[in-house]
């Protein structure tokens, strides 16, 4: 059973304000960063992942089965689990695709002239033991994002939750494949943040509510981290305000055009 897509109002809240940003991540919350780093004289991405922070260390190696894959041009994204997950989330894997497709969009979108591969790498994780990988992979011909991503081997609906961590990956690979010029921190973070709020909008269904109002949470102690959720809540907003309401319906067809081409209109702009 593949099960409803259950998207409660704090949803969308808990995709922006994710611990995501370009730069070190905090072991004691979960987060995602990426980092441009020299290799010897060559670049490379550096991709990082921390996971069930507040659990014991894990002590077993992460082990990955590819689950689905989709490929257009020079662009793919992967979907692999760790072994204990296999059998909850492989069968019926091919349903993925129409959600792999539409993160492809924005993926595609993201790259403008970006002349090299570029490769977004999700492993699906189970929610215990604590982890921190560092993944780096040279930039020559292909860029790689690779990072872990936390679910539950059941989950109620299995969708949903796929939505989420391609929605941080694509808000990675927003600070991988920001243009060298560009110097504005705050509109990086804003981008990356928009990024992953219209790839969830694409792909909210029927049944599904999208919450745009902010909730309360304590300010991170971290620059890099009260960055990034003072930009995610500017993404909030800017939502809201172009559709008129706080919450974005699944069945609402014309919200969901209105917002979709808010997202063209605003990721049309050049980065700063």
Request: proline content about 6%; glycine content about 6%.
């Amino acid at each position: 059973m593949w099960g409803m897509r259950l998207l409660p109002a704090s949803t969308m809240i808990a995709a922006l304000l994710c611990v995501s940003c370009a730069g070190p991540v905090r072991m004691d919350t979960d987060g995602w960063g990426v980092e441009r780093r020299m290799q010897g004289r060559q670049p490379a991405l550096l991709s990082i992942s921390t996971i069930n922070a507040g659990s014991a260390l894990a002590k077993d190696a992460i082990t990955r089965v590819p689950v689905r894959a989709r490929e257009r041009g020079r662009l793919r994204i992967a979907i692999s689990a760790d072994t204990s997950l296999v059998q909850a989330w492989t069968p019926g894997a091919a349903l993925f695709d129409p959600q792999l497709d539409r993160a492809l969009d924005r993926l595609a979108a993201l790259g403008g002239r970006e002349s090299r591969r570029t490769e977004l790498r999700l492993t699906l994780m189970p929610e215990r033991g604590a982890r921190r990988l560092e993944a780096l992979h040279a930039a020559t011909d292909v860029l790689v994002i690779d990072l872990l991503f936390p679910v539950p081997a059941q989950p109620r609906s299995r969708s949903a939750v796929l939505d989420a961590a391609l929605a941080t990956g694509l808000h990675e690979a927003a600070h991988a494949l920001r243009p060298a010029g560009a110097r504005d921190r705050a509109d990086d973070e804003y981008r990356a943040s928009l990024v992953a709020a219209c790839f969830r909008i694409d792909s909210a269904q029927r049944g599904d509510s999208i919450s745009f109002s902010p909730r309360q949470v304590a300010a991170p102690k971290d620059f890099a981290l009260a960055h990034s959720a003072t930009e995610a809540q500017g993404v909030q907003h800017d939502l809201a305000g172009a559709l008129g309401k706080a919450t974005l319906e699944g069945s609402d067809r014309h919200g969901i055009a209105v917002l979709q081409a808010f997202c063209r209109q605003r990721l049309a702009q050049p980065p700063r």
